[in-house]
């Protein structure tokens, strides 16, 4: 709740509100950054990014949903994080006699990730609302069905068993897209 104190000041321009941001979600934003540059970025590019995060959320406080500032702001972080990444290996020139096979793997892996993540995407678009709410609200928000019931003003019973009836859905979705994992 005080969080969404915050991003209602934030919202409203408060400076105080955004320095409050700061002192509280920097070690997560950076926690963000540092995750996602694996090593390839120094310490001033991992300032650099954390700062520029808040930068933005600043200057995109209208976008704000009170109850979802932090989520807001690691999507940031991490679109941020992506294009610097994006930019440095722009630049880069591969030497292909040092090119690793398990990086390979790991590229492979990657695409799979992102086709795996659109398929649920557009699984998760066919299940329909309020399933669709509350799966993302437990799986991706990780919140539980309690605080879903809450903040869907369900009973908390039908949030659990939406959440089966849909997990069945999804998985009979995916099932007949041949997704067999």
């Given at each position: 709740?005080?969080?969404?104190?915050?991003?209602?000041?934030?919202?409203?321009?408060?400076?105080?509100?955004?320095?409050?941001?700061?002192?509280?979600?920097?070690?997560?934003?950076?926690?963000?950054?540092?995750?996602?540059?694996?090593?390839?970025?120094?310490?001033?590019?991992?300032?650099?990014?954390?700062?520029?995060?808040?930068?933005?959320?600043?200057?995109?406080?209208?976008?704000?949903?009170?109850?979802?500032?932090?989520?807001?702001?690691?999507?940031?972080?991490?679109?941020?994080?992506?294009?610097?990444?994006?930019?440095?290996?722009?630049?880069?020139?591969?030497?292909?006699?040092?090119?690793?096979?398990?990086?390979?793997?790991?590229?492979?892996?990657?695409?799979?990730?992102?086709?795996?993540?659109?398929?649920?995407?557009?699984?998760?678009?066919?299940?329909?609302?309020?399933?669709?709410?509350?799966?993302?609200?437990?799986?991706?928000?990780?919140?539980?069905?309690?605080?879903?019931?809450?903040?869907?003003?369900?009973?908390?019973?039908?949030?659990?068993?939406?959440i089966r009836r849909a997990r069945e859905k999804l998985k009979t979705i995916l099932l007949e897209?041949?997704?067999?994992?």
């Amino acid at each position: 709740m005080e969080i969404e104190k915050i991003a209602i000041r934030l919202m409203n321009s408060d400076e105080t509100a955004l320095e409050e941001v700061i002192d509280r979600f920097t070690p997560l934003v950076s926690t963000i950054v540092y995750n996602l540059a694996k090593g390839t970025l120094g310490t001033t590019d991992i300032e650099e990014i954390t700062s520029d995060t808040f930068v933005t959320l600043w200057y995109n406080r209208d976008k704000i949903m009170p109850d979802k500032l932090k989520g807001y702001l690691c999507c940031i972080a991490k679109n941020k994080a992506k294009d610097k990444l994006k930019a440095a290996f722009r630049h880069q020139i591969i030497d292909i006699d040092e090119v690793d096979v398990e990086d390979e793997l790991a590229v492979s892996d990657e695409i799979e990730n992102k086709m795996v993540t659109e398929l649920l995407r557009q699984t998760l678009e066919e299940i329909g609302e309020p399933d669709k709410e509350i799966i993302i609200r437990h799986y991706y928000y990780y919140q539980s069905s309690t605080e879903i019931s809450e903040k869907m003003g369900m009973k908390n019973d039908t949030v659990k068993s939406r959440i089966r009836r849909a997990r069945e859905k999804l998985k009979t979705i995916l099932l007949e897209r041949g997704y067999s994992r």
